[in-house]
């Protein structure tokens, strides 16, 4: 088996495409952030009537860290070669002190070109994490595949080859004929068409616990993330540079926080964002679905009662700011009692992230998302009430991590209409799928649904 890892080119390229009913969105591709992996998968797998088949796959890892791939293999029942579109879902495997791996199992209906999958075989590809002086990632290093018995088989690898952009350019007409919009955005190299705008201007507001002991790893993962996917943002859409302020390390507290809501000052065509990660809670007479913020760094001297907000009650002094879009989304537990953010599995992940400065951003969908005629709010809770909310220390918190994914699809992607009630449902069911691949209890998964409102609600 050949295992080969290239540095990438740049160039840019951009794609999507909407398969079975489930959203499949190609990114943008540069010298300075990958969006997204695209990988040469070529293996060898005995199909149902017993003989060997050499399956050929383009496969797209995309940011959330699930897949979409292409498959070309020779059917000789049919005496035709075919071309499948499959679509992977991440699902941890086994962790011990040797190897932690991954696989991307197959999810949905194989999607044929030609009209006909009876002859597909279904399979997973392995992946294994490494690292490097960058960090640590996941490298595919198998497929297994399932034989006549639905028994899982290891195929006969021959090459996993992780493409730059050349590279992909030289093996894309052998999946996409040249009229595919895949292959006809991988043309479009040059800079979109995007003026600057000077009368829209982001205003975030960032708070963490990063210093907690139990939450801070993944406090500090996520407000990286978020600080950094709405900076690249604004800098691709060319409007004036965000006003940012965080909330963290030693200055964490209700008072920054409140000083932070009352400092903001958005005008009537802004974008307006308060993210919080960190220890989250209810007490028993909250009405309301959403949870509370814990403010507090000293449990003995600082009584819960006196250091908390309420996420619905920041987003109605935020919302009564005015601006053109507000966001408020906490990620954080919502249980009686502040408890740690549940610790599960990592998750697969492009091997760069993406969205950074260097990246194309699709206007259309910037615009419909955060720049519509018709003032936008929208509250997020990542857990509903009485649920603690998930997440590893490699990545962060679970739906936070599924959020910036799916922002970074649409923002990355081409125009396919995009609503955030579909980002935040797609968000929604990712995060309580990864949630669910934990045990909180020997034979019970975890739960975790996260609770939002928009208005509009379209």
Same mark, same amino acid.
């Given at each position: 088996m050949?295992?080969?890892?290239?540095s990438?080119?740049?160039r840019? =390229?951009?794609?999507a495409?909407?398969?079975a009913?489930?959203?499949?969105a190609?990114?943008?591709?540069?010298?300075?952030a990958v !969006?997204?992996?695209?990988?040469?998968?070529?293996f060898?797998?005995?199909?149902?009537?017993?003989?060997?088949v050499? @399956?050929?796959?383009?496969?797209?890892?995309q940011?959330?860290?699930?897949?979409?791939?292409?498959?070309?293999?020779?059917?000789?029942?049919l005496?035709?070669?075919?071309?499948?579109?499959q679509?992977?879902?991440?699902? #941890?495997?086994?962790?011990?002190?040797?190897?932690?791996?991954?696989y991307?199992?197959?999810?949905?209906?194989?999607?044929?070109?030609?009209d006909?999958?009876?002859?597909?075989?279904?399979?997973?590809?392995?992946?294994?994490?490494?690292?490097?002086?960058g960090g640590?990632?996941?490298?595919?290093?198998?497929?297994d595949?399932?034989?006549?018995?639905?028994?899982?088989q290891? !195929?006969?690898t021959?090459?996993?080859?992780?493409l730059?952009?050349?590279?992909?350019m030289g093996v894309?007409?052998?999946?996409y004929?040249?009229?595919?919009?895949f292959?006809?955005h991988?043309?479009?190299?040059g800079?979109?068409?995007?003026?600057?705008?000077?009368n829209?201007k982001? @205003?975030l507001?960032?708070?963490?616990?990063?210093?907690?002991?139990?939450?801070?790893?993944l406090?500090t993962?996520?407000?990286?993330?978020?600080?950094?996917?709405?900076?690249?943002m604004?800098?691709?859409?060319?409007i004036?540079?965000?006003?940012?302020?965080t909330?963290?390390?030693?200055?964490?507290?209700?008072?920054?926080?409140d000083?932070?809501?009352n400092?903001?000052?958005?005008?009537?065509?802004?974008?307006?964002v308060?993210? @919080?990660?960190?220890?989250?809670?209810?007490f028993?007479?909250?009405?309301?679905?959403?949870?509370?913020?814990s403010?507090?760094?000293?449990?003995?001297?600082?009584?819960?009662?006196l250091?908390n907000l309420?996420?619905?009650?920041? @987003?109605?002094?935020?919302l009564?700011?005015?601006?053109r879009?507000? =966001?408020?989304?906490?990620d954080?537990?919502n249980?009686l009692?502040?408890t740690?953010?549940?610790?599960?599995n990592?998750l697969l992940?492009?091997?760069?992230?993406?969205?950074?400065?260097?990246?194309?951003?699709?206007?259309?969908?910037?615009?419909t998302?955060?720049?519509?005629?018709?003032r936008r709010?929208?509250?997020?809770?990542?857990?509903e009430?009485?649920?603690k909310?998930?997440?590893?220390?490699?990545?962060g918190s679970?739906?936070?991590?599924?959020?910036m994914?799916?922002?970074?699809?649409?923002?990355?992607?081409a125009?396919?209409?995009?609503?955030?009630?579909?980002?935040?449902?797609?968000?929604?069911?990712? #995060?309580?799928?990864?949630?669910k691949?934990?045990?909180?209890?020997?034979?019970?998964?975890?739960k975790q649904y996260?609770?939002a409102?928009?208005?509009?609600n379209?």
């Amino acid at each position: 088996m050949q295992t080969i890892i290239f540095s990438c080119s740049p160039r840019s =390229l951009l794609g999507a495409k909407r398969v079975a009913g489930i959203l499949i969105a190609c990114f943008l591709l540069s010298a300075t952030a990958v !969006a997204q992996d695209f990988y040469l998968l070529k293996f060898k797998l005995v199909d149902r009537n017993g003989l060997s088949v050499t @399956y050929t796959s383009l496969l797209t890892l995309q940011p959330d860290g699930n897949a979409v791939s292409r498959t070309v293999y020779y059917d000789s029942s049919l005496n035709a070669q075919r071309r499948i579109t499959q679509n992977f879902l991440d699902s #941890a495997g086994p962790a011990n002190s040797e190897v932690h791996k991954q696989y991307l199992v197959p999810t949905g209906e194989p999607d044929s070109q030609d009209d006909d999958v009876t002859g597909f075989v279904p399979h997973r590809i392995v992946f294994e994490k490494k690292s490097d002086s960058g960090g640590t990632f996941y490298s595919p290093v198998g497929i297994d595949y399932l034989d006549r018995k639905q028994q899982w088989q290891t !195929a006969e690898t021959d090459s996993l080859v992780l493409l730059t952009f050349t590279d992909l350019m030289g093996v894309v007409l052998t999946f996409y004929n040249s009229a595919d919009p895949f292959y006809q955005h991988l043309l479009t190299d040059g800079d979109r068409d995007i003026k600057p705008t000077s009368n829209v201007k982001l @205003y975030l507001i960032a708070v963490s616990n990063t210093l907690d002991s139990t939450v801070g790893p993944l406090a500090t993962k996520d407000s990286q993330s978020v600080v950094q996917t709405f900076r690249d943002m604004a800098k691709a859409a060319k409007i004036p540079p965000p006003s940012i302020i965080t909330v963290s390390a030693s200055r964490f507290s209700k008072k920054a926080v409140d000083a932070a809501i009352n400092q903001v000052r958005p005008g009537k065509n802004d974008i307006l964002v308060f993210y @919080y990660s960190g220890h989250g809670f209810r007490f028993d007479k909250d009405t309301v679905p959403f949870a509370r913020m814990s403010l507090r760094t000293n449990k003995k001297k600082q009584p819960l009662e006196l250091n908390n907000l309420s996420l619905d009650d920041v @987003y109605k002094r935020l919302l009564s700011k005015g601006a053109r879009f507000t =966001l408020v989304l906490g990620d954080c537990c919502n249980t009686l009692v502040p408890t740690p953010s549940g610790l599960g599995n990592d998750l697969l992940r492009p091997r760069k992230d993406g969205g950074r400065a260097g990246l194309q951003l699709n206007p259309d969908v910037f615009k419909t998302l955060f720049l519509s005629p018709q003032r936008r709010s929208i509250l997020v809770s990542s857990a509903e009430a009485g649920q603690k909310s998930w997440g590893n220390e490699d990545v962060g918190s679970y739906y936070t991590f599924c959020f910036m994914g799916q922002l970074k699809k649409w923002l990355y992607g081409a125009a396919l209409n995009p609503t955030w009630p579909l980002l935040l449902k797609d968000t929604k069911d990712e #995060a309580a799928l990864k949630a669910k691949g934990v045990e909180c209890e020997p034979n019970v998964r975890c739960k975790q649904y996260a609770v939002a409102k928009q208005v509009p609600n379209d």
